[in-house]
């Protein structure tokens, strides 16, 4: 990926906020879009982020921030089938959606 891409990737996800997204946000959207659904601890081993920042970024990529207040709508949570006390990470149709945005960079 050129920096031309790279920029108009950064832009792609500046428009979901364009002032405060962090960039774990974004690390945690594209772990999720090329791995498939994953559990928190896949998350946090991957990126080398605690379990609460991982819950706070999901939530607020989801449809509700944990604060009450609207999430980004990319992620859902999902039961895991093989263990019904875990959840898994998926990417939701608007999370698809640019996720084949970025793809046609």
Not at 13 to 37: C, D, I, K, N, R
Request: hydrophobic share 40%; charged share 25%.
């Amino acid at each position: 990926m050129d920096l031309r891409q790279l920029e108009r990737a950064l832009a792609a996800f500046s428009v979901l906020s364009p002032t405060s997204l962090p960039l774990h946000h974004v690390e945690v959207f594209l772990h999720v879009a090329q791995y498939g659904p994953c559990s928190y601890e896949a998350l946090e081993e991957a990126l080398d982020l605690s379990n609460s920042t991982v819950s706070r970024t999901v939530h607020a990529l989801g449809d509700q921030h944990r604060k009450g207040y609207d999430g980004h709508g990319l992620l859902e949570l999902a039961r895991d089938p093989e263990e019904g006390r875990r959840y898994l990470v998926g990417l939701t149709a608007r999370g698809k959606a640019l996720l084949r945005q970025l793809e046609g960079l």
